[in-house]
């Protein structure tokens, strides 16, 4: 039997869980002429969200990953050979030829994949220009070209001053959906919502949630299936979500070790969650000591008061500018994250401290 949970790569049919909301707005607003800009934590399932969405648009796109670019050159590098992916390159030179910078084309022999590079120029930004003009040209109104940016916060490191010359060429275009995804909150946020920000409202906002409980318990109950009773699923089911409040990555990572342990080792299903746990802990203990050791003093507070269900601001030891500032580090690098209140986001780093620290 093949287990019927999948985590650590995009999830697509029959892993992909429930967002049929999401996926329908998501929908009306690439049949518009509008742009989208996607925000939530890391692991919450936004790039698998908004993959299946465009594949079931059926249209022409790219998909990029900004965390991959390091510079101007390897933007358009990038979003040149996502091009060429829909498009094969004998039926669009012809519009190669206007290019400002002639890119330069090799074929990897392994995979007979188009490897596409620049050479640097004095204006690094027309690569940009012509890579998008492109995507324009090869849109027609019923197949419009869809260009997904995950991690678009990555953007302000690449040089100084690129927002507003790509926010300056983006609103031109009229034949391009842009979708902008990122994971860091407070930058996405003053990107897309600073007043004074190049691409401030420059596409419709949605915060990406978690999977809604109801969902999630059913979806846990059904793939489970006949390794135990109806009840018992269920018993387990619940116990996961209270262990995970409903994350999608790390349900989908308990999940699949709590079959594992059920069909391979036949353990009872009243402990099966508790040892599929302590073997999480135990198989990242190496991970988790060496990322205890980045923290400072306060951090650590920090999260050993999250731990016990406490607010960050009930240390009585810690000014709270000081925790402010904490929170803020914490919260930016991914480590915590806050929707009703502040909790660790991964579950069993959180069980990894409870175990091994203490206040």
């Known amino acids: 039997m093949e287990n019927p949970f999948r985590f650590g790569t ?11 909301e999401e996926l329908s707005r998501i929908a009306e607003i690439l049949n518009s002429k509008n742009h989208l800009v996607v925000i939530s934590p890391r692991r919450f399932g936004k790039t698998s969200l908004v993959r299946k969405a465009v594949e079931q648009s059926g249209r022409q796109f ?19 050979r996502g091009i060429l992916r829909q498009h094969p390159i004998e039926r669009i030179k012809h519009l190669l030829k206007n290019f400002r ?7 990897n022999p392994l995979n007979d994949s188009i490897e596409v590079s620049f050479q640097p120029t004095l204006n690094n ?7 998008l003009s492109l995507a324009e040209k090869v849109s027609t109104e019923n197949n419009r070209m869809i260009v997904v940016l995950d991690e678009f916060q ?17 609103q031109d275009q009229d034949m391009v959906n842009y979708i902008f995804l990122g994971s860091q909150e407070s930058m996405m946020t003053q990107i897309f919502e600073r007043k004074k920000s ?19 318990l059913l979806y846990i109950k059904e793939r489970l299936g006949e390794t135990c009773d109806e009840g018992q699923n269920e018993s387990i089911a619940k116990e996961i979500l209270s262990e995970t409040a409903c994350h999608p990555y790390y349900t989908q990572q308990l999940s ?75 919260t930016q690098n991914g480590y915590v ?9 991964d579950p069993i780093f959180r069980h990894w401290i409870e175990e091994r620290q203490t206040l």
């Open 198 to 216: 190049p691409f401030y409202h420059f596409g419709q906002l949605m915060r990406l949630d978690k999977i809604p409980y109801g969902d999630f």
């Open 125 to 131: 930004f027309v690569m940009i220009e012509d890579t």
């Open 256 to 330: 699949s070790v709590v079959w594992d342990l059920l069909v391979y080792h036949k353990t009872p299903y009243e402990e099966v969650v508790r040892i599929a746990i302590e073997k999480l802990v135990r198989v990242h203990d190496l991970d988790f000591e060496r990322l205890w050791l980045t923290f400072n003093k306060t951090d650590r507070k920090i999260l050993q008061t999250l731990c016990k269900g406490m607010s960050p601001y009930e240390l009585r030891d810690l000014p709270s500018s000081t925790s402010f500032s904490s929170i803020k580090r914490l």
């Open 62 to 80: 790219v998909f990029l990953n900004m965390q991959q670019v390091t510079s101007i050159e390897d933007f358009a590098s990038l979003l040149l």
């Open 10 to 20: 995009v999830v697509d049919s029959p892993y992909f869980t429930d967002r049929v």
């Open 154 to 170: 990555e953007i302000i490191g690449i040089e100084k001053g690129i927002d507003k010359r790509l926010r300056a060429f983006m």
């Open 101 to 107: 910078v002639i890119p330069t084309f090799a074929t």
């Open 337 to 345: 994250i806050r929707t009703d209140r502040y909790m660790i986001e």
